[in-house]
């Protein structure tokens, strides 16, 4: 089946510094990558959709220069921390649109990456 | 504007117990429906999906029927695991101004106990 993958799952880092999450689909192409964020026990919040070759678009109340996004090919998008604080401790999950047909092709989901900021 | 609303949590249950979890939505439009499972400590995995009124999904034992009369996709098994144990979200689809995107409901936490 079709595989996206996260790195890192884990990170932990200082208060101040950036962190790159990488999101890949293994075995098909996508068009359009999603990158959720979930706080404990709640529900996955939309921050934004990234369509490849353009920019992001930014769900209401995600702040752009915050949350860096790049989708530079079909198979990897990225999503930057730009100067973390502990209030952008989260659970951030990115999920992948095969390229086929039309209609509500399905997402697929990465493992999520647990970003911790002391 | 569109949502999901799902039952609160947590449903805990005995193995070969029958699970109903409750989802309705509201939406602009017909979305497709969708039902996704959670494991501890990883991502999303789709479980079924509808995309239109009175289809049924069914995957795993699990099954929901999309009813547009009631709003509703409700999620039953007839007899579950241990093995799934796990948090399950509703979700519809909608159009936004990058394409469609997805609504969660707040996921419903199920515990089975052997």
């Known amino acids: 089946g079709a595989v996206v993958s996260q790195h890192p799952s884990w990170v932990i880092c200082k208060s101040g510094t950036s962190v790159k999450i990488e999101c890949r689909s293994l075995?098909?192409?996508?068009?359009?990558m999603f990158w959720y964020r979930q706080f404990p026990k709640q529900s996955l919040m939309l921050m934004a959709t990234s369509n490849e070759g353009s920019k992001a678009t930014y769900e209401q109340g995600v702040e752009k220069d915050k949350f860096l996004i790049n989708h530079a090919s079909l198979t990897l998008s990225t999503l930057t921390v730009t100067s973390a604080h502990p209030e952008d401790s989260s659970f951030y999950i990115c999920?992948?649109?095969?390229?086929w047909g039309v209609g509500d092709q399905p997402q697929h989901f990465g493992d999520g990456t647990r970003l911790s900021i002391l | 504007g569109n949502s999901v609303t799902q039952m609160e949590g947590p449903v805990t249950l005995s193995e070969e117990a029958f699970l109903t979890i409750n989802c309705t939505y509201t939406a602009t439009g017909y979305p497709s429906l969708f039902w996704y499972v959670q494991y501890p400590g990883e991502g999303l995995q789709l479980l079924l999906k509808a995309t239109k009124a009175d289809d049924k999904g069914s995957n795993k034992g699990f099954e929901a029927t999309y009813r547009k009369e009631t709003t509703s996709f409700h999620l039953e098994k007839g007899s579950v695991q241990v093995s799934d144990s796990a948090v399950y979200f509703c979700?519809?689809?909608?159009?936004?101004?990058?394409?469609?995107?997805?609504?969660f409901g707040k996921g419903t936490t199920l515990s089975v106990s052997s």
């Open positions: 999920s992948a649109r095969e390229v």
């Open positions: 075995d098909f192409q996508a068009t359009t």
């Open positions: 979700a519809l689809s909608v159009r936004n101004q990058a394409g469609t995107a997805l609504i």
